[in-house]
């Protein structure tokens, strides 16, 4: 019997928006960007859906204060907890 491997690449960055717009649908089709409070208090993005990455151009990478700037994009704290029962 031959051994075979698979592999998956999962966006788990773009899971954590793409559950944010599963709990809440209104926010389906929008620019969702998720945010956690990381070291000395300082915010960091964390996840960010297809419609910030397409039409802002948003990453990991972004400046907060920019993506405040954007009237557009909705702007949800991490939530963790949510996301690990849906993973489940």
Do not use: W
């Amino acid at each position: 019997m031959t051994n075979k491997s698979v592999y998956a690449h999962l966006d788990i960055r773009n899971f954590f928006a793409a559950c944010e717009q599963y709990l809440n649908p209104e926010y389906q089709g929008r620019p969702v960007v998720v945010y956690n409070e990381g070291a000395r208090g300082r915010q960091m993005i964390i996840a960010a859906s297809k419609e910030a990455k397409e039409r802002y151009r948003i990453s990991r990478d972004t400046p907060i204060d920019r993506v405040k700037r954007i009237s557009d994009v909705i702007l949800i704290e991490s939530r963790r907890d949510e996301y690990k029962k849906i993973a489940d």
